[in-house]
């Protein structure tokens, strides 16, 4: 922490809490398999490495650093109870003296709250970080793509299956006797459900397709020429979807990226916007004002036989398919265009260091052609972290946040 001056306040506060914790050497591993194990709600550390930083940084306690499956570990006593912290494959875990389950509890109690202090005196260092760029980005690409791709599955099979139902009724028609509605009803109320079930996963696509888009953008943004410093990176963050197309792809320059980008913004007008915002759209053609001798006439006619309220579903069959064509079109661009190196690596799923050392080696490999070479050293060094085979302290560990495999063991 030599950037950084711990405020005095909390480490006070953090001093009285953890009064009656002693320092403790490091145990030999005879003694720690010993000791009872205990895995804390994850809600209660949700950052485990806090607890290092509290009790190692700040109070001085003993640590070790990686060991089989075993990233750090820091030492303490509480009372008469030998207490070991360790981040482990798995998780955040404490090993114990056996028996002292209540004494334990107390322990726990009283350095979480430890480091809810540390934390809020981080506050200031780390919003100094985020000023200045050096942060990084956890790459989601997998969950936002799968999410695309499952709602846009799901409507296609939709889809398929109304149409299915209507030809069906074409070739029924004509068989049935009495009623009082026109036989082409029939076909038309065939497939009606699934139009609908249709058009419900194809608007929940377009979410999903354009929350894809973003993400992608702010990661490849460490790509480019963008300087991350003096706050730039915080005013990226707030900007939609728009102004980060722009900032990553130079429209003035690049006919087809201005080609895609305005085929995105009509999605986003006629049919995402309007479905995400309540069904108000823009032209007033979602409100109807009231004409003398006539009734309620939209407020822009014209703009009206483009809206989503204008057919029976909001998205009918021929809309998603204009949609998906649009969607696959950008795909394509991002795998042709420049930025098709820093695609297949965030397709890769590697987090998103923005700091310049990182970002200056990641472009190295990427101006020689070396794509291919960086994913595989880096997937290397990925299944080195996620092995808890790379120290804490180590270097290229600020390109690793994604958490541990916690969820699926507890």
């Known amino acids: ?15 009285l809490v953890l009064k009656e914790f002693q320092p403790c050497p490091a145990l030999e591993l005879g003694i720690r398999y010993k000791l009872d194990r205990w895995i ?16 190692r940084d700040l109070v001085g306690f003993e640590w070790d650093g990686t060991d089989e ?16 912290f360790a981040m482990a494959k798995f998780g955040f875990e404490v090993e114990f003296t056996a028996g002292m389950k209540s004494e334990l509890t107390i322990a726990l109690g009283r350095l979480k709250k430890a480091t809810e202090y540390a934390e809020k005196g981080l506050r200031e260092f780390g919003t100094l970080q985020l000023h200045q760029g050096n942060v990084t980005i956890a790459n989601r690409i997998d969950y ?20 299915r139902d209507r030809q069906k009724a074409r070739r029924t028609q004509g068989k049935h ?22 058009s419900f996963c194809s608007a929940a696509m377009m979410d999903a397709f354009f929350s894809r888009l973003e993400h992608e953008l702010t990661l490849i943004l460490a790509f480019t020429d963008f300087d991350p410093a003096n706050g730039a990176l915080e005013k990226f963050f707030k900007e939609l979807w728009g102004p980060k197309f722009k900032q990553v792809f130079d429209l003035a320059r690049d006919n087809r990226a201005e080609t895609l980008y305005q085929k995105l913004v009509q ?54 398919e204009t949609v998906c064509g649009v969607f696959d079109a950008v795909d394509k661009f991002f795998e ?16 998103i260091a923005f700091d310049e050392q990182s970002r200056n080696y990641i472009k190295r490999y990427i101006v020689a052609g070396a794509t291919a070479a960086l994913i595989e050293a880096e997937d290397e060094l990925r299944s080195l972290n996620g092995d808890m085979c790379l120290e804490v302290d180590h270097p290229e560990r600020v390109r690793f946040v994604s958490q541990p495999l916690t969820k699926f063991w507890r």
Request: aromatic share 14%; no cysteine.
């Open 1 to 15: 922490m030599a950037q950084y001056e711990f405020p005095e306040n909390q480490g006070q506060r953090i001093a």
């Open 40 to 55: 804390p709600p994850r809600a209660d550390f949700p950052v485990p490495e806090l607890v290092l930083f509290t009790l």
């Open 69 to 84: 499956k075993e990233r750090w570990s820091v030492y303490a006593i509480f009372r008469n109870t030998l207490l070991v």
């Open 144 to 163: 936002f793509d799968n999410r695309y791709r499952y709602f846009r599955q799901k409507a296609d099979e939709a889809y398929k299956l109304a149409e």
């Open 177 to 198: 006797i009495g009623g009082i509605a026109p036989p082409d009803m029939e076909v038309t109320w065939a497939g009606m459900r699934r139009d609908q079930e249709g």
């Open 267 to 320: 999605v986003k007008e006629r049919w995402r916007n309007p479905l995400a915002h309540g069904g108000y759209e823009k032209d007033w053609s979602s409100v109807y004002f009231h004409l003398p001798g006539i009734g309620p006439i939209p407020g822009s006619s014209r703009a009206y036989g483009n809206s989503v309220q204008f057919n029976l579903h909001p998205v009918e069959p021929v809309d998603h």
């Open 336 to 351: 042709e265009s420049y930025v098709k190196a820093a695609h297949n690596y965030v397709n890769a799923g590697f987090d």
